[in-house]
């Protein structure tokens, strides 16, 4: 009932569209033009009207930018999708292999000194910009701000979002929003900053304990905020979205139409901070070109969001034990079911959002839901569509990725599931990323380890079989926000220290094209580790385990666990039936009890 993917282009619609962009660069002298898939709030999703890389190339996911020269139209993305990528644009597009392939490089191989590439400053960060122009006018090529010409040609753009703000009680947030703004101020003062601009969703929703709906499956509002030293914020709005909320936000919060953002920032008195990896050079040109003082900073909300409250950790306790008891129900019906033949991927996907609905709680899905079956579950971020549902068939792997989004938590589960027998080498395969998310999930650390120290854990399996899979082992997630949430990531490229509170996914996986796809994924939250006898009283840290589903014990390879892994497999199936047992009707306690059997 929540599927509501939106077709924006299909394949054969791309090269119209590209030479018409290339039309219009032509008029205004361009000799490059870059297309990003980010908005003007920086966020990882975005709503209908601002899909324009979509719009452009047909390519549909969350990552990734083309680059349009009058020879060359290059898409770039990661590993993720680089399957996805070769199904879902033109031949008029060239897939390239990023972040291998930086922009910089691309581009300087197709310049010459004297060219000048065009980009929509409110859709590239300061950091962005600064590092593609570095490297750019150092070859002599202009970067250069300018109309966004997709606007232009886009006929049929959507409306912009109208969904209205809902103010989160502060028995679900843990503090109230006076107090985060409070905190916050003291921090400017304590830097000698006069204000932050604030653009970000989610650091917005955050601070003002509010909710929107204006991007679909993370439950906030698109705004922007100066938060001055002082305590008192400015928040632009579209008109009328913060009418119903305007006691929640008191009187230290001015409301204003979103319109009159650039204005507010013209009167600003420096030193204003900005985020220069999440605020829009048109941001910091406009501060620029009235004489603002500006000063480098942090998104100061991004932190106090990432380490999350007690009565946070509270609300995604009882979510996940919510959304376990419907996962239950959902593979004891993927179990009776799937055998028989007649199920499609499209058929799975109804299914469990009906389910999760069914709990009254559910306010939205977290994102949507991925249900692979066969070939397509060797796609790590594939959905489903008309064109592309296929059957779930006898001996094939099934994999569904999805959560939900409840007042109280965020949720966000893998599992692979075998229906029938399960294909060559999956059996090994599978083992092999079950006791890498072990090794996270049992991971003792000293204060100061970040992603980057522990990512290795979860592939030692893969590695020494040669293998590997390309997405990072953990994401942040957020409180009944963001189902994506920075900063805090388990992933090589992260060093910022985990610290407790912090609410990360562990994902392992493994994906062969063609044949079948494996990623097993719990949430986890970070708390202080229980002192060991005889350690030396370091300040250690571990992982609590948030999320209740049963693993599919066909798929593992009980002799080659070690007794610590098979020891843990038990014991977590143990709490899994003890928490999720009184939470499921009498049928699927019978599955439950079988699915959580010891090894």
């Known amino acids: 009932m929540f599927q509501t993917f939106q077709v924006i282009a299909r394949p054969e619609q791309g090269p119209p569209r590209l030479e018409a962009l290339r039309a219009a660069m032509a008029t205004a002298g361009m000799a490059a033009f870059v297309v990003p898939h ?8 975005v709503a209908p009207r601002d899909e324009r890389l979509a719009w452009l190339t047909g390519f549909t996911g969350s990552a990734g930018f083309a680059a349009v020269t009058a020879q060359d139209a290059g898409v770039f993305v990661d590993g993720r999708y680089r399957v996805q990528v070769r199904e879902q644009v033109a031949e008029a597009f060239t897939p390239v292999h990023w972040p291998e392939t930086t922009l910089a490089d691309w581009l300087c191989a197709r310049l010459v000194a004297g060219d000048g590439v065009g980009f929509d400053p409110w859709l590239h960060t300061v950091r962005a910009v600064d590092d593609l122009d570095g490297k750019l006018s150092a070859k002599g090529i202009a970067l250069t701000p300018v109309a966004n010409p997709v606007d232009a040609l886009w006929d049929d753009r959507p409306d912009p979002p109208a969904a209205p703000m809902r103010a989160q009680g502060d028995d679900l947030t843990g503090q109230s929003h006076a107090d985060k703004r409070a905190q916050l101020a003291a921090g400017l003062r304590d830097k000698g900053h006069r204000a932050v601009v604030l653009t970000a969703s989610d650091s917005i929703a955050w601070l003002t304990n509010t909710r929107g709906g204006d991007i679909a499956r993370n439950p906030v509002t698109q705004a922007y905020a100066i938060l001055h030293d002082d305590g008192r914020l400015d928040l632009f709005v579209g008109t009328g979205k913060a009418d119903g909320i305007a006691g ?26 900005i985020d220069p990896a999440k605020v829009a050079q048109a941001i910091a040109d406009t501060l620029a070109q009235a004489g603002v003082e500006m000063a480098h900073a942090v998104d100061p909300c991004a932190l106090p969001k990432a380490r999350k409250t007690d009565a946070e950790i509270a609300g995604a306790r009882e979510a996940h034990l919510r959304d376990g008891a419907v996962m239950a129900e959902f593979l004891a019906w993927i179990d009776a079911e799937a055998p028989k033949g007649h199920l499609t991927e499209t058929a799975v996907v109804t299914r469990l959002e009906e389910m999760r ?30 064109e592309s549902d296929r059957g779930v068939r006898l001996d094939e792997l099934l ?48 204060r100061g380890v970040g992603g980057a120290h522990l990512d290795a854990l979860a592939r030692q399996y893969l590695w020494a079989m040669g293998r590997d899979y390309d997405h990072g082992t953990g994401h942040g997630v957020g409180a ?13 490229k992260s060093d910022l220290a985990f610290a407790p509170g912090m609410i990360l996914s562990n994902e392992p996986g493994y994906y062969r094209e063609g044949a079948f796809g494996i990623r097993i994924e719990n949430l986890l939250v970070v708390r202080a580790a229980p002192a060991i006898a005889g350690g030396d009283d370091r300040d250690m840290l571990a992982f609590e385990t948030l999320t209740w589903v049963p693993l599919d014990r066909r798929l593992i390879d009980a002799g080659a666990l070690v007794r610590a892994e098979r020891d843990w497999i038990d014991g977590y199936h143990a709490d899994t039936l003890a928490k999720i047992g009184p939470r499921v009707g009498a049928h699927v306690l019978d599955w439950l009890t079988a699915a959580c059997a010891p090894l």
């Open 480 to 492: 009944y926000l963001c189902v994506h949430e920075g900063p805090q990531s388990l992933s090589r």
């Open 248 to 273: 929640h936000l008191g009187n230290a919060v001015s409301v204003h139409d979103i319109g009159d953002f650039a204005d507010a920032l013209t009167m600003l008195k420096g030193p204003v901070a």
């Open 399 to 446: 994999l569904v990725d999805s959560g939900g989004q409840y007042a109280d938590g965020t949720t966000d589960v893998t599992r692979t599931i075998c229906v029938g027998a399960p294909p060559a080498d999956a059996v090994e395969c599978y083992t092999a990323v079950l006791r890498g998310m072990i090794a996270i999930s049992m991971a003792r650390f000293p």
């Open 357 to 386: 609905a069914a709990t009254g709680e559910l306010k939205d899905i977290s994102f949507e839901t991925i249900a692979g079956a066969g070939p397509h579950a060797a796609l790590p971020h594939y959905r489903v569509t008309e």
């Open 38 to 45: 980010d908005d003007a709030f920086q966020g990882e999703y």
